[in-house]
């Protein structure tokens, strides 16, 4: 058992750590507080071949694996969370359902823009009527000659509504089972097919550089081929997409986590009250002690799920488990962090103040807490 990194992944870690300090952290207060999405911070991690990282080069990715990922993901976190899950869901679950399930064609279509972050794809399965409960998706696509008809919506969808997301995976009823439950199968579904409209963002708490959309489709029409694997195969799709991508939302929680506690350091060591740094108390110091704890072991727990994941061993329960605690312990620092910073702590020119707003919807996205707690007690067979 090794938990250290190899030489490559270091570099990897290293190289993205430096991107997120001098590129992307100069620029996005801005881009948070006027809600814009950061075109040109996306294009140069495009450059650096973030969104090609879990993928084999043979479709155009940089022939990494989903632990690169991870690391990449942490170090962006570390400085942002909008930026980190742009690149999450681009990768995750953009690009891997077509890269995990497409056809050799759809992969030549897609593949080659998502990989080079030259477009993004949204993953559609929330619908404004259920999130917890995919079981209950209401949208439909109904095969009419050639083509599906898709009517319904979906909501909370990141990356949907970009100036260059290329296309969204809609989750759909398709039939019903022998059994009698629900077929759901995956459609994908171009940007512009007549049909299919984009809301306007929604007003976020946290997370407002990033780019998230209700969408609806109406009649919207899409050539037969555009059916994402077997027809009726949408759950367990979704199931394998979501439990790998909790070990990806582990990672980010990890480094907002991580960056609770730089940006607490930094601070105690410059802030003196009765004539001292407030760092010099022991009350503070506990606090960023049992900051750098939580930090420290969430992401051990990731690193295991990662690395059960890799090695093709069952890993549900740990990627159940790292997201759970890694969410968690995310929202505990960034309270921490904040009290820190006392009144600066809630002004939205310090970074502790966005890490606040963005800790609380790692507990809800890609699966709730009690969604995590409910896989990890059917795990143990209860
Ligand atoms: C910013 C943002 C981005 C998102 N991006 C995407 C995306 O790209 N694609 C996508 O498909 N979705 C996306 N989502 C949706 C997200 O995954 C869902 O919001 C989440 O899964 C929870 O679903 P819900 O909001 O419908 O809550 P609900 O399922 O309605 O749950 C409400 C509450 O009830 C609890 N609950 C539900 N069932 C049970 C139970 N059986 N036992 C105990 N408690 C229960 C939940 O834990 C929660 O606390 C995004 C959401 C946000 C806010």
Known sequence: ????????????????????REVVAPVIAEHYEQHTFPYEVIRQMGKMGLFGLPFG???????????????????????????????????????????????????????????????????????PGTGSDAAGTLTRAVLDGDQWVING??????????DITAMVTV??????????????????????????????????VGWTAS???ELTFDDCRVPAANLLGARGRGFAQFLRILDEGRIAIAAL???????????????????HAFGRPIGANQAIQFKIADMELKAHTARLAYYDAAARMLAGEPFKRQAAIAKLH???????????????????????????????????ILEIGEGTSEVQRMIIARDLGL
């Not at 009823?173 to 049909?195: A, M, Q, R, W, Y």
């Not at 480094?255 to 350091?265: F, H, P, R, T």
């Open 253 to 271: 929680a990890v480094g907002l986590a991580q960056g609770c506690v730089d940006e607490s350091i930094k601070y105690a060591k410059e802030r």
């Open 211 to 213: 780019d998230t959309h």
């Open 171 to 204: 989750t759909a009823v398709t039939g019903t089972n022998p059994d009698g439950s629900k077929e759901l199968s995956t459609i994908i579904v171009p940007t512009g097919t007549p049909g299919f409209t984009v809301a306007p963002g929604y007003s976020k």
């Open 326 to 360: 890694a969410s968690t312990i995310a929202v505990d620092n960034a309270r921490e962090a904040t009290q820190i910073h006392g009144g600066y702590g809630f002004m939205n020119e310090y970074p502790v103040a966005r890490f606040w707003r963005d800790s609380k």
């Open 57 to 127: 080069e043979e479709h155009g990715g940089m022939g990494g694996d989903y632990f690169a990922l991870c690391l990449a993901l942490e170090e962006i976190a570390r400085v942002d969370s909008s930026v980190a899950i742009t690149l999450e869901a681009a990768v995750s679950l953009g690009a891997m359902p077509v890269y995990r399930f497409g056809t050799e064609e759809q992969k030549a279509t897609w593949l080659p823009k998502l990989l080079s972050g030259e477009a993004l794809a949204g993953f559609g399965l929330t619908e």
């Open 1 to 20: 058992m090794d938990f250290r990194l190899t030489d490559e992944q270091a570099a990897l870690r290293n190289s993205v750590r430096d991107f997120a």
């Open 153 to 162: 919506s979906k909501a909370f969808i990141t990356n949907s509504g970009t």
